[in-house]
T-cell receptor
Framework: KQEVTQIPAALSVPEGENLVLNCSFTDSAIYNLQWFRQDPGKGLTSLLLIQSSQREQTSGRLNASLDKSSGRSTLYIAASQPGDSATYLCASQAGTALIFGKGTTLSVSS | DAGVTQSPTHLIKTRGQHVTLRCSPISGHKSVSWYQQVLGQGPQFIFQYYEKEERGRGNFPDRFSARQFPNYSSELNVNALLLGDSALYLC????????????FGPGTRLLVL
């Protein structure tokens, strides 16, 4: 049974700092790994999707990496801004279901 | 283009009642999935439907059921509501291949009293 873990559960940083969010998964037989953003009480916004054959994906200030052999993915956020404050969720997909971690709640102070 | 839409946005029910939640996928998407997100947790998979057929089911009791209509919209039904069913219910749509991004709607917040 796939389990997804995200560390840390919460993170507070000053504006402008670069930061890394971590995601680990127990079963490496995945189709893809996705990172989502969730604002309080809202739905999920897809940030990046990494196919199982890929090592990383980039979008603007975001870079996500995938290492299937070690069961790890990281989301790198460059030059953080207060608008980046949200909960970040990673999810692995193998089959029809996305398996989510509990998320990392990020707070960026100005 | 409109994203995934869900209705209602919020509702309050009492224990034992029945609820129906609705979802309209992105135009062109034929696959719809439902997830339950309890406060402080990640979303948990309930169902996936494709072309009106159930393609996957998570570990939820038979009180939970769903269906997909010819226009690819979907309903999630929950019978005999329990306090523990209080959650944000999320719908996601995607193209049918397993490698595609799932796009989520804003969710329906259900409170069971």
């Amino acid at each position: 049974k796939q389990e997804v873990t995200q560390i840390p559960a919460a993170l507070s940083v000053p504006e402008g700092e670069n930061l890394v969010l971590n995601c680990s998964f127990t079963d490496s037989a995945i189709y893809n790994l996705q990172w989502f953003r969730q604002d309080p009480g809202k739905g999920l916004t897809s940030l990046l999707l990494i196919q199982s054959s890929q090592r990383e994906q980039t979008s603007g200030r975001l870079n996500a990496s995938l290492d299937k052999s070690s069961g790890r993915s990281t989301l790198y956020i460059a030059a953080s801004q207060p608008g980046d404050s949200a909960t970040y969720l990673c999810a692995s997909q193998a089959g029809t279901a996305l398996i989510f971690g509990k998320g990392t709640t990020l707070s960026v102070s100005s | 283009d409109a994203g995934v839409t869900q209705s209602p946005t919020h509702l309050i029910k009492t224990r034992g009642q029945h609820v129906t939640l609705r979802c309209s996928p992105i135009s062109g998407h034929k696959s719809v999935s439902w997830y339950q997100q309890v406060l402080g947790q990640g979303p948990q998979f309930i169902f996936q439907y494709y072309e009106k057929e159930e393609r996957g089911r998570g570990n939820f009791p038979d009180r939970f059921s769903a269906r997909q209509f010819p226009n690819y919209s979907s309903e999630l039904n929950v019978n005999a509501l329990l306090l523990g069913d209080s959650a944000l219910y999320l719908c996601a749509s995607s193209l049918p291949t397993a490698e595609e991004t799932q796009y989520f709607g804003p969710g329906t917040r259900l409170l069971v009293l």
